[in-house]
C-alpha cells in the first residue's frame, strides 16, 4: 500500500469540487493505496475571490459564503502544508495544478524542497508545460495528459520498490536528466470508478450558481471538445493524442446517471454541475436516453452548449426535467475576427437564431464572451457589445483574455511580445495580462466592467458609460451611480 497525499492547488475560495483530483483518489483506493488531500481553496493566495471580482464587474449576483460559516483558514498555507505531511508521512506528493495557480504550486514545493519524499505535478499545466515546471521547480516527475491509469502505476511500482521512470505519461528527472516517456492510450471514461467525494470537508459542496448557495457538485458526462478554437488547449489535446485515441469522449448516460444518483443520496445534492464542454452535441438516441434518466432525478442543472447544436423541442425538454440555464458561448460579436483569429466558423446570423430559438423555452440565457484577444481594438469590442444588444440574453457575461500555453493564441502573444514567454496566465475574471499598443491593460479591465451597461442601458447613456471605464475618482464614482441603476433594474 502506497501513501498519496494528493494536492488540490486551488484559488482563494473557488467552491467547485475538482473532478479531475476526485478520480485519481477514486483510481489510487480501489487499487488499496491510502490517500488523503491538502487543498488550497479556503487560504487566501488573492485578495479577493473569483466570485467577488464577478460581482463587482456585474456578473453574477453577490452571495456569501460567509453566511454559512465558511471562510479563509488562518493557518500560513506552506506551514499547514508542511505539517499534514509530517504527520501523514506520505510515499508520494502529487500537486494538481492550472496555469493560474501554478505559482502557488511552486510556492508550495519550495517550501518541502528538503523533504525527499518523491513528486509529482499533473493537470492542465502540467500538460502543456511539463519540460519548463521541470526546469523551474523542485518536483521529480511532471504527469502529461491524463493521469489516472499513470499515478495508479507510479503508486504500484513505489509500493514494489521497482524503477518508474518508465511510467507512460511521466516526465522524470534522475539527475541532471529528464527523461519524457510515451503517451498511454486514453482511458476509457466507463472504466473509472466513480469520483471520491470523502476526502473533502463538508464546506466544499456550498458553490453560488444564479445567486444562490447550494449543495453541489460536478459530473463528469463528456470529455474534450470536437472544436479547436484558437484560445483553449483542446486543439492541442486532439493532436497529442492523434494516433493512440480520440480525446473527446463520451460517458454512458447509464453510469453517468447511477453515479449521479449515487452522489444525491450520500452528500445530499441540491444542484448538479453537469461537465459537457457541448453538451446538446449528441445522438438523438443518446439524448432521448438522457432525458428519460434524469426525469428519476429533476436536481436543477444548467448546460453548456454551442450555437450550431440549439435545438428547441430539446430544450423544452430538458427544462421540463430540471434544466434551468442554458450558457452559449459567444466569444466575439465581430464575425471576421471570431473566425480568423478565434478560429469559430459560426456566423452572426447563426448566434442570432440560435438565442432566438433558445429564448423561445423559457429558459434562462447566458451569453459568454471575452474581451481583450492578441490585436483586439476598442472597435472590435464594441461589435461584441451591439451583437449582444442584439441578442439579449438574460446573463451577458464577459471574460478577460488570458493566453494559456498550449494554445494557438498563446504563441500568437509571445510572438508579437504582448506577453512575456515566462509570465503565466491570469484569472480570466480579473487579470489583463497581455500588453498591446491599442489597448492597454487598465482599458480592458474597464471594458469588461462596463459590458453589461453598454449592452443594457440606453445609448444616450454611454458617454456616462464610458466615464465609468476609467479607475480614477471620477470614474469610480460614475461606476458605482451606474451599477446602482444596473443591479435595481436587472439583478433583482
Sequence with gaps: MTRVLLSYVNSFMDNLIPIGVSLLSACLKREGHKVELFDTTFYRTREETGDDARVKSLQIRSTNLADLGIREKPGSLTGD?????????????????????????????????????????????????????????????????????????????????????????????????????????????????????????????????????????????????????????????????????????????????????????????????????NFLHMSQERFSEFVEGYSDVRLPFWIETRPETVDLEKILKLREVGCEGLSIGIEHGNDQFRRSVLGRKVSNERLVEAFRTAKKSGIRICANNIVGFPTETRDLFFDTVELNRVLEPDNPIINIFSPYRGTKLWGMCVENGYVARERTAGDYRSDATLTMPQL?????????????????????????????????????????????IYKEKYMR
Design 440 to 484: 492597454s491593460s487598465s482599458e480592458i479591465r474597464g471594458l469588461q466592467r462596463t459590458f453589461p451597461l453598454y449592452v443594457r442601458l440606453p445609448r444616450e447613456m454611454w458617454p456616462q458609460i464610458q466615464t465609468a471605464e476609467r479607475f480614477d475618482e471620477a470614474g469610480e464614482k460614475r461606476f458605482g451611480e451606474l451599477s446602482k
Design 81 to 277: 502544508f508542511r505539517e499534514q505531511i509530517n504527520r501523514f508521512n506520505p510515499d508520494l506528493i502529487a500537486l494538481s495544478v492550472v496555469e493560474p495557480t501554478y505559482s502557488i504550486a511552486r510556492e508550495m514545493l519550495e517550501s518541502i524542497r528538503d523533504i525527499k519524499t518523491p513528486k509529482i505535478v499533473g493537470g492542465i499545466h502540467a500538460t502543456m508545460a511539463a519540460e519548463e515546471i521541470m526546469r523551474e521547480c523542485p518536483t521529480d516527475m511532471v504527469c502529461r495528459g491524463e493521469g489516472e491509469e499513470a499515478i495508479v502505476e507510479l503508486a504500484s511500482r513505489l509500493d514494489s520498490g521497482k524503477d518508474f521512470s518508465d511510467v507512460q505519461n511521466l516526465v522524470v528527472r534522475k539527475g541532471q536528466t529528464l527523461t519524457a516517456n510515451p503517451l498511454r492510450p486514453l482511458v476509457k471514461l466507463d472504466d473509472l470508478p466513480d469520483q471520491d467525494w470523502d476526502i473533502y470537508d463538508r464546506e466544499r459542496f456550498f458553490k453560488p450558481m444564479g445567486g444562490k448557495i447550494w449543495v453541489s457538485g460536478p459530473i463528469e458526462l463528456t470529455r474534450g471538445c470536437t472544436y479547436r478554437c484558437t484560445f483553449c488547449c483542446n486543439a492541442e489535446l486532439q493532436d497529442m493524442y492523434k494516433g493512440i485515441g480520440r480525446y473527446p469522449r463520451e460517458r454512458s448516460i447509464a453510469k453517468f446517471m447511477a453515479e449521479l444518483k449515487d452522489k444525491k443520496q450520500k452528500f445530499g445534492m441540491q444542484y448538479l454541475y453537469l461537465v459537457a464542454e
